[in-house]
């Protein structure tokens, strides 16, 4: 007589397993991003963390090896599954690679973010052998002139391209992407035409953001102009779809909005940043409260310190908390923290921007203006004259809580992903 065949085990997506286990309600910290430097070898315009690769005193400041080690520990016993290793860049540390196996060999899906240039056949290998959840690289131009000027290192795009050839030659898990600054936007399409040519995934970003440490020389020529931007995204059908469809499910005009606290992502109750100095944050834009790792455990600052933050409810700003564009727009608590100082600030670059393209998905049926006068009320930067619409933008470093740098003192690249509601 035949046995029966073994029944089939269902699969479900991990976005479901997420909601069915109630790991956000649980405050299960399933993600976490780990800055292990802000050094780098490269010092592009617009970064927002670039010490020099050689500073012995950012070396004596950065977490240990043996620290780090104890920190994956403690965020496997934890519960978390996804880690993501950046800096600066990752590669200028030495013990990048013994730290990067340790955390694979404690069942974690790595995702590694790094400007390639320092992937040499070694690090290709290694992530051939030991391959990473994904890779991404960040590609500044598809010119030799475009790419070495945002980065301002003489013979880094050759290397870049090396590095991105060396993972694809091994197959890797690898997706390119830019800041799309005033500088390089018009390679964006040249840029995902190369990504293409080699069976990679490219996605861009045009939002800039304030410097964490206020330590470099900024260029307020790099950000694109709301205007400018929304060409971008209209080049790319693609890109406009995603936003259709986001719109459909995320902005309707006619639902109800206002949640009581300010914080409705994932920071601090499903996600984390540790910086390289030990400092546990709730994201990597939430900056100014954070939990000391060399002097305490994670568990402390995830159990303690992040309930409180994340306790906060809306005092003042009415117009963003019942704004039906909330998920869509690029701000954030922590966006409004470092333009402003207060994770209820108004960022009108980002409040514009998530006008235009609501605007341009939906029309009149955003239920909003284009201009963002429904929101802004008089004098929103679409109708300022250039001058006062650079000087609305120049605003002050939040992070930090250093007084309103000069105008050319404030770019920066910072990865986001949109708001669900």
Not at 313 to 334: D, F, H, I, Y
Request: proline share 5%.
């Amino acid at each position: 007589m035949a046995s029966p065949a073994p029944s089939r085990i269902g699969e479900v997506s991990f976005l479901e397993f997420r909601e069915r286990a109630g790991l956000d309600r649980r405050r299960i910290p399933i993600e976490g991003t780990i800055e292990t430097t802000y050094r780098c070898n490269l010092n592009c315009v617009h970064c927002y963390v670039n010490q020099p690769a050689g500073s012995l005193e950012e070396r004596e400041r950065e977490m240990s090896l043996e620290r780090l080690k104890r920190l994956v520990d403690e965020i496997v016993a934890e519960g978390t599954l996804f880690v993501l290793f950046t800096g600066g860049e990752v590669l200028v540390r030495p013990d990048f690679p013994e730290l990067y196996l340790y955390t694979r060999s404690q069942g974690l899906l790595v995702t590694i973010f790094t400007n390639g240039t320092m992937i040499t056949d070694r690090i290709a290998d290694l992530f051939a052998e030991h391959r990473p959840d994904k890779v991404e690289i960040s590609l500044y131009g598809m010119t030799k002139q475009t790419y070495d000027r945002v980065t301002r290192v003489p013979g880094s795009f050759e290397k870049c391209l090396a590095g991105i050839q060396r993972l694809v030659d091994r197959r890797v898990p690898v997706t390119l992407k830019t800041m799309a600054l005033a500088w390089n936007h018009h390679e964006i399409e040249a840029m995902e035409a190369y990504a293409k040519s080699i069976g990679l995934v490219f996605r861009f970003d045009s939002s800039l953001n304030p410097r964490v440490d206020c330590g470099a020389n900024r260029n307020s020529e790099l950000q694109l102009d709301p205007e400018r931007a929304l060409e971008l995204d209209l080049g790319s059908p693609e890109r406009m779809e995603g936003f259709r469809e986001f719109c459909e499910r995320f902005t309707r005009p006619d639902a109800e909005y206002g949640a009581e606290h300010v914080y409705t992502c994932g920071a601090g109750q499903s996600s984390f940043t540790v910086d390289p100095y030990g400092r546990l944050q709730m994201c990597q834009l939430s900056r100014k409260s954070y939990h000391d790792l060399k002097q305490g455990r994670f568990e402390d600052g995830w159990h303690d310190l992040f309930p409180k933050l994340r306790a906060r409810t809306w005092q003042k700003n009415e117009v963003c908390r019942k704004c039906s564009l909330m998920a869509l727009c690029g701000s954030c608590p922590g966006a409004a923290e470092m333009e402003t100082g207060d994770i209820e600030g108004v960022v009108p670059a980002f409040c514009e921007l998530a006008h235009l393209r609501a605007w341009a998905v939906m029309g009149e049926g955003s239920g909003h203006r284009r201009d963002a006068t429904c929101c802004f009320g008089k004098g929103t930067l679409a109708s300022r004259p250039d001058a006062e619409a650079k000087a609305a933008l120049a605003g002050g470093c939040g992070s930090c809580g250093h007084a309103t740098p000069d105008a050319g003192e404030k770019l920066i690249q910072l990865e986001r992903r949109p708001q669900r509601a």
